[in-house]
């Protein structure tokens, strides 16, 4: 029997691959199944890791600047003339949040560095950043020129600085990217359903602050050549897909048509007899097109058995089976402690009902 492991990580305690070797060393242990990992993810955490379990790349090391300005090392994965930059690596979330004094700054240092040792084709994981500055920390280390009202150039600018931008000049951007945006949302620039209003508040955003970020990613939408108001996706990452595109254009693609393409994902559920996915938690999200639901999908098209193992889950229906990590004999405290080894122990006790 094929068996095919394609998981999410379970966010904040396994990494993709992590609840894929898990599941594959029980199975293997006690069956005779030829199992097959495909460690997955969206556009963000965890995709650039994907991209390089997938095209066998290798990890190049630099040091960037994080959303505070701070110097960091950072990483890019490189795989033929291609790298795939996680905008998380450097411009991620942090415990303190301060969004107002945010800057991409340092995805666009790792894009800079790609393009320096000759890989143009950037492919650019979105998603899971603290910032909220329309790309223009990025763009301006990309040799974008952003000048404020006494026409200086604005150095390392940050997401409380879109307001006081007075001008923009291009004509020393880095030339011969070619982008590939990697956007499993399709929040446009601004508005209601744009960057700073979704995302804002959980970067630490106020009421004031999101009336005051959403002002500046319209005035910076004003001064781009190309306007990408209406752009879906355009809002990932506090707006770093739309600076970035309204600038050197690309093409923004969903992190798992990415991913599927790359590892042959359709041809590999055809040739299983059954399919493992699963995530920290199952939810209504879930059936929004999360990665669980569109491996149930897939599974559906080619009549092939289901089964998700999540952390956790709400009363939804998905795929042919579900397990939770998380259940009457176990807490989530204790899931959250040793998640390896209650993972294990699930699919050991349920491997009847699994392989069945």
Do not use: W
């Not at 390089?52 to 990890?59: A, F, H």
């Amino acid at each position: 029997m094929n068996i095919l492991i394609v998981p999410d990580s379970y966010k904040g305690t396994l990494t993709s691959v992590e609840v894929a070797e898990t599941i594959k060393s029980v199975i293997e242990k006690s069956s005779d199944c030829k199992v097959i990992t495909l460690p997955f993810a969206d556009g963000g955490e965890g995709f650039s890791d994907a991209m390089e379990n997938i095209c066998n790349g290798k990890r190049l090391y630099t040091k960037c600047h994080d959303i505070y300005g701070k110097e960091i090392d950072g990483y890019i994965t490189v795989f033929d003339k291609t790298a795939v930059v996680e905008c998380a690596v450097a411009s991620g979330l942090q415990q303190r949040k301060n969004v107002m004094q945010s800057t991409s700054y340092g995805t666009g240092e790792l894009i800079h560095f790609a393009i320096e040792n000759g890989y143009n084709n950037i492919i650019l994981g979105l998603g899971g950043t603290g910032c909220c500055d329309g790309g223009i920390g990025a763009l301006s280390a990309l040799g974008v020129r952003l000048y404020n009202e006494n026409q200086n150039i604005m150095k390392m600018p940050k997401s409380n600085d879109m307001n006081y931008i007075f001008g923009i000049s291009t004509k020393d951007k880095v030339k011969d990217i070619n982008f590939t945006f990697a956007c499993d949302v399709e929040n446009e620039f601004y508005g209601k359903k744009g960057a700073a209003y979704v995302f804002a508040p959980q970067k630490g955003a106020r009421k004031t602050d999101v009336e005051e970020l959403d002002a500046g990613l319209q005035r910076l939408n004003a001064f781009f050549k190309t306007d990408v108001s209406k752009v879906k996706g355009a809002g990932a990452a506090g707006g770093i897909c739309g600076g970035l595109y309204s600038v050197f254009g690309g093409k923004i693609k969903s992190g798992f048509d990415i991913l599927s393409e790359y590892s042959n994902l359709e041809e590999k559920i055809a040739n299983a007899d059954i399919v493992i996915s699963g995530e920290g938690k199952t939810d209504e999200q879930t059936l929004m097109g999360k990665l669980p639901y569109k491996i149930s999908e897939l599974c559906k098209k080619h009549g092939k058995k289901c089964v998700v193992i999540s952390g956790s889950a709400d009363d939804v229906k998905i795929g042919d089976l579900l397990l939770t990590l998380v259940d009457e004999n176990t807490t989530l405290e204790e899931a959250l402690a040793h998640p390896a080894e209650v993972l294990a122990k699930k699919v050991e006790n349920n491997l009847e009902i699994i392989l069945k």
